[in-house]
């Protein structure tokens, strides 16, 4: 598989786990740019994964971090406590979400908006299949837990 075809294979994904973690356009457009540029600079190393997708995206996941840890040392908030609101549908998500740790936000995403596998998202964050797996189960828990206290 050339670079062009697992370009045009992934880049939605990548672009979608982006913008799910970060929400700035700008940001994520930045960050695409470098995890694919580190795609191509790693390239040979594509036979050797078992999963490409998931080796993209953790690729995208260290990018980030890298740039988030750049910008905070670089810039300051000028907005802090300042909230934009999302609508009321994404609003009602991002509060049920905000109940999770960055981890299971991720754990979740992973598994139902980007149908990876456990061992896939393992890869990714670098952490055991059976961590993954008690993550998810525990977040689903507490999502639960908050419908049924929104609902009564």
Not at 16 to 38: I, N, P, S
Not at 47 to 63: D, Q, T, Y
Not at 78 to 84: H, M, R, S, Y
Not at 125 to 151: D, F
Request: glycine share 4%; proline share 3%.
């Amino acid at each position: 598989m050339s670079f062009e075809e697992i370009y045009s294979k992934y880049v939605d994904a990548v672009y979608r786990f982006l913008k799910f973690k970060l929400g700035d356009e700008h940001l994520v457009e930045d960050v695409l740019q470098e995890t694919f540029l580190a795609v191509y600079k790693n390239f040979q190393k594509i036979g050797e994964v078992s999963s490409p997708k998931a080796w993209i995206l953790a690729i995208a996941r260290h990018k980030l971090v890298d740039h988030l840890r750049k910008k905070r040392l670089v810039e300051v908030e000028l907005n802090e406590g300042i909230e934009v609101d999302p609508g009321p549908d994404r609003l009602f998500i991002h509060q049920l979400l905000s109940h999770l740790d960055e981890t299971a936000r991720t754990i979740l995403y992973g598994l139902y908006v980007e149908q990876l596998t456990c061992s896939e998202l393992a890869e990714i964050l670098g952490i055991p299949v059976g961590t993954v797996k008690s993550k998810a189960h525990a977040a689903r828990a507490i999502l639960q837990n908050k419908l049924k206290e929104e609902s009564v």
